[in-house]
Nanobody
Framework: VQLQASGGGLVQAGGSLRLSCAAP???????????MAWFRQAPGKERESVAS???????SYSDSVKGRFTISRDNGKKTVYLQMNSLKSEDTSVYYC????????WGQGTQVTVSS
């Protein structure tokens, strides 16, 4: 399953962005049963999980984004969101969404660049 993230861009430190991830049609009928997550990968670093949401809405966050990022889902729209507030330069990464745990297929991701 390959999910495509969108909504990235260039933002100043302290700013906000909202990322979206629309599920492909192949999983429309079962989307509401999947746990989902957002991941990010900065240059030279390993991909890391930053936020996850279970099929029934339970959320968890990495310590680095807790209190600043909010993951949510709209099962009707088959979409997962990541609201990112109080962005820092260290949040600069390519952001991906995937199932949780992730499938072997990754979409292109969306670049988030935070200028200090």
């Amino acid at each position: 399953v390959q999910l495509q993230a969108s909504g990235g861009g260039l933002v100043q430190a302290g700013g906000s962005l909202r990322l979206s991830c629309a599920a492909p049609r192949s999983i429309f009928s079962v989307f509401r049963g999947y746990d989902m997550a957002w991941f990010r990968q900065a240059p030279g670093k390993e991909r890391e999980s930053v936020a996850s949401i279970t099929w029934n809405g339970r959320t968890s966050y990495s310590d680095s984004v807790k209190g600043r990022f909010t993951i949510s889902r709209d099962n009707g729209k088959k979409t997962v969101y990541l609201q990112m507030n109080s962005l820092k330069s260290e949040d600069t990464s390519v952001y991906y969404c995937n199932l949780d745990p992730p499938s072997n297929e990754w979409g292109q991701g969306t670049q988030v660049t935070v200028s200090s």
